[in-house]
């Protein structure tokens, strides 16, 4: 009686040893597929996001300076605050692309600023393609900043309204502008994006001021 409990007891044992071995084994292989998963999410993440990743990965800020230097003496705006419009618009990447069809350095908009500087100098609206070389891009968008500043000169917060027409159009400028002209614009921005936007471009121009 004492053996045969003995082996029952053996028996026993060796189950459960090879119960545990079969976990362990399937434990593993899930440990094996998750971190598949999660390395091919991690690859396609950064495939969809290579153009972003590679604006922080390869950002060179000290990009253009005789072209920006040169719009900015033409059109009277501060090139430091050119500056910080490129950096926030495109993170000086002159490919770069946005989501509803800007192009290039100050991601311009062929059918609003494009096509204004195109009417009031009485020219032909230029090619997409053009738009993404460095000195027709920055002279548009520096003369775009130039038209909102002198639009909202008389107001203390001209920078911000002026961010705010390039963001968003004159119409909205209009919408959010100040009671008064030493009033703030910043609270009364309605829509978040601007508002972040605006409050971005502040910031990096204060840095660049410094």
């Known amino acids: 009686m004492a053996l045969r409990s003995h082996r029952n007891q053996s028996s026993i044992w060796g189950g459960d040893l090879r119960s545990k071995g079969k976990f362990t084994r399937r434990l593993?292989?899930?440990?094996?597929?998750?971190?598949?998963?999660?390395?091919?999410?991690?690859?396609?993440?950064?495939?969809?996001?290579?153009?972003?990743?590679?604006?922080?990965?390869?950002?060179?800020?000290?990009?253009?300076?005789?072209?920006?230097?040169?719009?900015?003496?033409?059109?009277?705006?501060?090139?430091?605050?050119?500056?910080?419009?490129?950096y926030q618009e495109s993170r000086f990447d002159r490919e770069?692309?946005?989501?509803?069809?800007?192009?290039?350095?100050?991601?311009?908009?062929?059918?609003?600023?494009?096509?204004?500087?195109?009417?009031?100098?009485?020219?032909?609206?230029?090619a997409n393609g053009l738009l993404f070389e460095p000195g027709l891009n920055i002279e548009i968008g520096t003369w775009y900043l130039a038209q909102g500043l002198k639009r909202w000169k008389r107001?203390?917060?001209?920078?911000?309204?002026?961010?705010?027409?390039?963001?968003?159009?004159?119409?909205?400028a209009e919408n959010w502008k100040p009671e008064n002209f030493d009033g703030e614009v910043i609270d009364r921005i309605k829509i978040e994006s601007t508002r972040s936007y605006v409050m971005s471009v502040m910031r990096k121009y204060s840095e660049y001021c410094k």
């Open 155 to 172: 107001y203390r917060c001209c920078t911000e309204l002026t961010l705010c027409q390039y963001n968003a159009g004159e119409s909205r």
């Open 96 to 126: 770069a692309r946005g989501h509803a069809g800007e192009i290039g350095l100050m991601q311009l908009m062929p059918n609003a600023a494009v096509t204004d500087w195109a009417r009031y100098h009485k020219v032909d609206v230029p």
């Open 28 to 86: 593993g292989r899930f440990a094996v597929t998750l971190i598949v998963l999660l390395l091919v999410c991690l690859t396609v993440g950064i495939i969809t996001r290579y153009q972003e990743i590679k604006k922080y990965l390869f950002l060179d800020d000290a990009r253009y300076p005789r072209l920006i230097e040169q719009a900015a003496r033409k059109h009277g705006v501060d090139s430091r605050l050119i500056k910080a419009v490129i």
